[in-house]
């Protein structure tokens, strides 16, 4: 392994933050062969400007999966104000959320809690906040959230209606995300023969037909997982508006996670995740890193994760400092196989 030439570095940092062609100062300086002592500086610069958006939309609509949405059709009968204008404002929302944390350098666990949001008139009305100072469709305004369950990504609508079925919520896929996008502990598949919810003949609400799908022990080792943290967000139907009853029972977002730690609901069930910083911070880490190469990663990628993990928390979770740790990190300084020769003068080195 072997450090990448000046020009390789700055197309890497390039595309990595702009997804575009380096600019006049990233090539003055690999010319002169200054860039790798300035990586850091131009790193900083390079985030400051407004092409790194490409950071919203390429990486973070594409790590929470928002993309999903556009496959995703809610019952008209059942969630009537569902349509495909609030289809897209939902996304909106979470690429304003996202946008801001770029652009303001905040703290990557305000993403799992938050006390702000972005909103036009139909998500205003779809969360219950009368008091928004917007009148139409496309008119996005920041707005303060009340302490209580909704804030962060967890609990956007674009998040809660992609892990929904079309005719009711499901705590498996949203249990199910969070541990593979939030946690990167991804369950194990399911056994080919285990039939669905829908496919047994089970009595009761949602929760009693779930433990009742549990009750098989071939069932349990995933749901065991899944289940609880799904259902910390049953208050939240599948377009994800505020509901206290479901099939005329009152909602019991009540749980435990397999470590035995309780909670009470969404918020309580975010408290828990934020204790597990070092997990959050490394999940993101590896996708981040796995971003900005363009490969999956290996296991002698793991050193590296490891030091930017502890730099993103050291920093207390600052974006920048979670990118930063990325560009410095030897996966992306280094290279392996033949040398690159800039200028032909010099013999590639084994």
């Known amino acids: 392994a072997h450090a990448v030439a000046e020009f390789a570095l700055a197309s890497r940092l390039s595309y990595f933050l702009w997804g575009s062609m ?61 349509d495909d204008a609030l ?43 009368y008091d928004a100072p917007t009148r139409a469709t496309g008119d996005f305004v920041r707005v303060a959230l009340p302490k209580g369950e909704r804030g962060g990504v967890l609990t956007q609508a674009s998040i809660l209606t992609a892990t929904s079925n079309p005719d009711r919520t499901s705590p498996v896929k949203r249990g199910k995300w969070i541990l593979e996008q939030i946690l990167g502990t991804p369950p194990p598949p399911a056994p080919p023969s285990v039939p669905t919810l829908e496919g047994q003949q089970l009595k009761g609400n949602l929760r009693q037909r779930m433990e009742q799908h549990r009750a098989d022990p071939a069932c349990a080792s995933c ?16 377009v994800g508006q505020i509901r206290q009853k479901d099939e005329g029972q009152p909602i019991d977002p009540s749980g435990k996670l397999p470590d035995g730690r309780a909670f009470a609901g969404a918020g309580e069930l975010k408290k ?13 880490s590896s996708k981040l890193l796995t971003f900005g190469l363009g490969r999956g990663l290996d296991y002698y990628d793991g050193p590296a994760v490891d030091k930017i993990t502890e730099a993103a928390l050291k920093a207390d979770g600052r974006f920048s400092a979670l990118v930063l740790g990325v560009v410095q990190s030897e996966p992306f300084r280094l290279r392996r196989g033949t040398s690159q020769v800039e200028g032909g003068s010099q013999p590639a080195k084994k």
């Open 223 to 238: 749901h065991s997982r899944m289940d609880a943290i799904g259902f910390a967000f049953e208050k939240f139907d599948a």
């Open 87 to 129: 289809r897209t404002s939902m996304v909106k929302e979470t690429e304003l959320f996202l946008a801001e944390i770029v652009r303001e350098d905040r703290s990557i666990f305000d993403i799992i809690d938050a006390d702000f949001t972005y909103v036009d008139r139909p998500l205003a009305k779809l969360y219950g906040i």
């Open 272 to 284: 828990l995740l934020l204790a597990d910083k070092e997990k959050v911070v490394r999940n993101l």
């Open 22 to 82: 380096p600019d006049e100062e990233l090539f003055g300086l690999a010319n002169q062969g200054k860039l790798t002592a300035n990586l850091a500086a131009q790193t900083t610069r390079l985030l400051k400007d407004k092409r790194a958006q490409h950071l919203v939309t390429g990486f973070g609509l594409q790590w929470l999966q928002t993309r999903r949405l556009a496959l995703v059709t809610p019952d008209a009968k059942l969630f009537p104000e569902f």
